[in-house]
């Protein structure tokens, strides 16, 4: 399975004419496991198959904080 943690993860499939997925599994291994990510909620994603994930995606426990993301400077 692919991990995806520790993550903001939010504004995905806003205001698009089809709706998009923040993660799409697409069939193949045994999912993903996406928990501890900041869903722009502290209770997750909109739902499974709804706006947030769609298939075998694992989002709970989701993180109920978003993480600070350090500012990046040119060298």
Request: hydrophobic fraction near 30%; proline fraction near 12%; aromatic fraction near 8%.
């Amino acid at each position: 399975s692919a991990t995806v943690q520790n993550c903001n993860i939010t504004n995905n499939g806003d205001n698009v004419p089809v709706q998009e997925y923040a993660i799409r599994w697409d069939g193949t291994g045994t999912g993903i496991v996406a928990t501890n990510n900041w869903w722009g909620s502290p209770s997750g994603p909109p739902g499974t198959n709804s706006g947030g994930t769609l298939g075998n995606v694992i989002t709970t426990p989701p993180s109920t904080t978003p993480f600070t993301i350090p500012a990046w400077e040119a060298p």
